[in-house]
């Protein structure tokens, strides 16, 4: 089935031309031809459903004005036929009286209890049988032309009939339904040739016609009353082969080109010259059997299709040749089970007149599955719940009608229980396979709410901190949430999100997030076959990806909104300790009694300087803090004699958060007062390393502390592991093998950390 189409982006962005070419050319596999603008597209799509919808009226006009008998009748299991329904008043009050005979002004008499109800040849098993209907279809459809018939009943009585049209309101439920229906696929096959032109295109094309034509003879067979059209009482049969023999040849050609095209030209050539072939000998000379031919010629064309499908799965994978073969063969099987049904029905009991009606049930049942899986088929990815809902309930109502068939001709079953079993026996199927069926079709497979919550979180936390890494940290959520097989860049901008290229890609504008600083990189995210390959991009991925940017930027903007008041907050703080608590610490230190109060207070004032210093600042560079903290240890250190040895290094200046800044400034601290107190250390030395986003900490001493398991962890320890917990980072104390203790501290930074 052909590539589905790509509507225009609303507001005209500059995705309204986007297909799958320049995704491909994203992903290395080169460029393609471009596509009609969506002017163009739209000119044609209307004119061409314009005319697809007036050959509608007029195929429903021309069943509208031909004549018919008002009445249809029903053949027992013995005895005459039975007056069933009618539309003529003066007949009502005759409804289920015995029948006998129509005569024709001519004298010619056709016996009902022999003539066949409204029943299509092509679904007679019997090659007598079916020759006996025709003809009396023929001589009906003769009789109508006539002014006048006259019905005999079963007790002698007669009543003059004269045909009449049916007029538009007398077609029928049946009629309008399947007439809709066909219209539906015919648009189907439209938009599909004007999306992506080309020989499959072109083929499903074909292959939608020809169930249209299918649809349409099955609405005529399915008018009230009696009488066929003259011209379908000869034409009805060939028509019916007619579309089977194209439908099925256009089947296997459609699969050996898309959605892979395979190298091999004679299986098309072959599939065609072999339909044309049996069609030309099902009309010319019908060979004995005929129905049985047919079934068994269009069984074998839908496992060729499948077997088609199944090479270009190994080929060259992707999930679309998978959904595909499933389609195809749930058609094919549920057309199997219906043809064992109907012969089983037709061996078991062939005067038994209380399956036909059934039998032709489930041929439009059938039928109707089958437009449903076509208009199913190219919008797999963008198809609706409700589409693939009826679609598996058209596949269910098929297997209900054939196993009810099943059931009359091998258990003997009246109508009645063998309907109810059928009925009881497919709601089982259906309540079994809908969950699996759906799922293979298009299931989410996201995340439970709880992780994704966390990796939004998390990616709103990493993007505040660093914005220019958007697209990389979006990357990785849709990489978490979709888990496809390829991901990739393209610096071609995008409006917004789509799924393109048969369902197999889902592209994903990198958004531009809200509030000051580095504005996000312009360009999308190219993600191809979800889970794994194992299934197609859906509109529910769609959505689900537009909510996910949504709820990131109202993430990212609160928190934004959040650092901002904390920083007017944290300014109002700093200037109030500086302004009062700075000044009276001023005042002590001038009136200290002796030096070594003054020097305390000197420290003090200090170290509030660097508090107010951080908590006025937004954001610091790695750099300035470790000069900062260098210079603070080293005061500290020389006022009680021990000797500080100082590393930094970093493969990059990161910035540090108020929060970072804050907590690592406070670890340092508490770590180096330990070592002043406890240790009794003459050397301190201290390693700051930062490596693609972790910064390691590391202090060492060469005191008298040993056995840092066994350590009582009171306010300071305490307090340092909570720090660094808050900071997402991990601290461990050791022993060093001659005499004292190292700490080390590793905490993320940035969201590029390994």
């Not at 039928?367 to 719940?385: E, T």
């Not at 660094?724 to 050791?734: A, E, F, I, S, T």
Request: hydrophobic share 50%; net charge positive.
């Amino acid at each position: 089935m052909p590539p589905q189409p790509s509507p225009p982006a609303r507001g005209g962005g500059h995705d309204a031309q986007l297909e799958s070419g320049w995704v491909e050319q994203a992903l290395g596999r080169g460029p393609r031809t471009p596509p009609r603008t969506p002017g163009d597209r739209a000119r044609s799509l209307l004119l061409l459903s314009l005319l697809g919808a007036a050959a509608l009226v007029l195929w429903l006009h021309l069943l509208a004005s031909e004549p018919h008998l008002p009445l249809s009748w029903r053949l027992g299991t013995s005895g005459p036929a039975t007056l069933d329904a009618s539309s003529d008043a003066t007949l009502q009050p005759m409804i289920g009286q015995p029948l006998q005979a129509l005569l024709l002004a001519d004298g010619r008499r056709i016996a009902l209890a022999q003539a066949a109800p409204q029943r299509s040849a092509r679904w007679i098993v019997d090659d007598h049988a079916r020759a006996q209907q025709q003809a009396q279809r023929a001589l009906i459809s003769e009789a109508l032309q006539q002014p006048g018939l006259t019905l005999v009943l079963g007790n002698g009585q007669t009543q003059v009939l004269h045909p009449r049209p049916r007029g538009l309101a007398g077609l029928g439920a049946l009629c309008w339904a399947v007439g809709a229906l066909a219209l539906a696929l015919y648009l189907a096959a439209v938009v599909v040739l004007l999306a992506e032109p080309g020989l499959p295109a072109a083929l499903y094309a074909l292959l939608a016609l020809s169930q249209c034509l299918n649809l349409l003879l099955i609405g005529a067979e399915g008018l009230p009353g009696t009488g066929p059209l003259p011209t379908l009482a000869q034409l009805d049969l060939p028509l019916r082969l007619l579309a089977d023999a194209v439908g099925a040849a256009a089947l296997v050609h459609v699969h050996l080109v898309y959605p892979q095209r395979l190298q091999a030209r004679w299986p098309a050539a072959l599939a065609w010259a072999l339909a044309v072939a049996a069609l030309a000998g099902a009309l010319l000379w019908p060979p004995a059997g005929l129905w049985w031919w047919t079934q068994a010629g269009l069984l074998g064309y839908g496992v060729a299709a499948a077997l088609a499908l199944q090479r270009a799965r190994r080929q060259h994978g992707g999930p679309l040749a998978t959904l595909l073969q499933r389609l195809v063969l749930a058609g094919t099987g549920a057309l199997a089970l219906l043809s064992l049904a109907i012969a089983t029905a037709d061996q078991a009991a062939p005067a038994s007149l209380a399956w036909p009606g059934v039998a032709t049930v489930g041929s439009v049942v059938w039928a109707v599955f089958f437009a449903s899986l076509l208009m199913l088929g190219p919008f797999l990815s963008r198809s609706r719940q409700v589409q693939r809902e009826f679609a598996l309930l058209a596949g269910v109502a098929t297997v209900a009608s054939s196993l009810d068939l099943l059931f009359v001709a091998l258990l003997a079953l009246g109508p009645l229980p063998s309907l109810l079993l059928a009925l009881v026996v497919s709601l089982a199927i259906y309540a079994t396979a809908r969950p699996w069926v759906l799922d293979q079709l298009a299931g989410s497979g996201a995340l439970s709410a709880e992780r994704m919550f966390d990796q939004l979180y998390r990616v709103a936390r990493e993007l505040e901190q660093a914005p220019e890494q958007a697209g990389r940290q979006l990357s990785g959520l849709l990489r978490e949430v979709f888990d496809p097989l390829e991901v990739a860049r393209t610096a071609r901008p995008v409006s917004r999100i789509r799924v393109a290229a048969d369902g197999s890609t889902l592209v994903v504008p990198i958004p531009a997030l809200p509030g000051p600083g580095p504005a996000a990189p312009t360009g999308a995210i190219v993600l191809r076959h979800a889970r794994r390959g194992r299934r197609l991009f859906t509109l529910e991925d769609l959505r689900l990806a537009e909510r996910l940017i949504e709820q990131l930027q109202r993430a990212v903007a609160y928190d934004r909104a959040v650092e901002h008041g904390r920083s007017e907050e944290r300014l109002r703080i700093a200037q109030d300790l500086h302004d009062d608590i700075g000044a009276r610490l001023l005042t002590l230190m001038y009136q200290a009694p002796n030096p070594e109060i003054e020097e305390y207070i000197r420290h003090t004032l200090q170290d509030l300087k660097t508090l107010t210093r951080g908590l006025a600042a937004s954001n610091q560079r790695l750099s300035h803090a470790a000069a900062e903290w260098k210079a603070d240890i080293t005061q500290r250190l020389n006022a009680t004699g021990c000797d500080l040895h100082w590393s930094f290094s970093t493969d990059r200046d990161l910035t540090l958060t108020v929060v970072q800044w804050s907590g690592l400034t406070r670890v340092l601290r508490e770590l180096v007062n330990n070592i002043i107190t406890h240790a009794q250390a003459t050397q301190v030395e201290i390693n700051a390393h930062c490596d693609r986003g972790w910064l390691t900490l590391t202090v060492s001493d060469d005191g008298i502390g040993r056995a840092p398991a066994g350590w009582s962890h009171g306010l300071g320890l305490g307090g340092v592991r909570k720090r660094v917990k808050l900071l997402g980072g991990q601290v461990q104390w050791l022993e060093r093998d001659l005499r004292g203790i190292r700490c080390e501290v590793r905490v993320g930074l940035s969201s590029d950390k390994g």
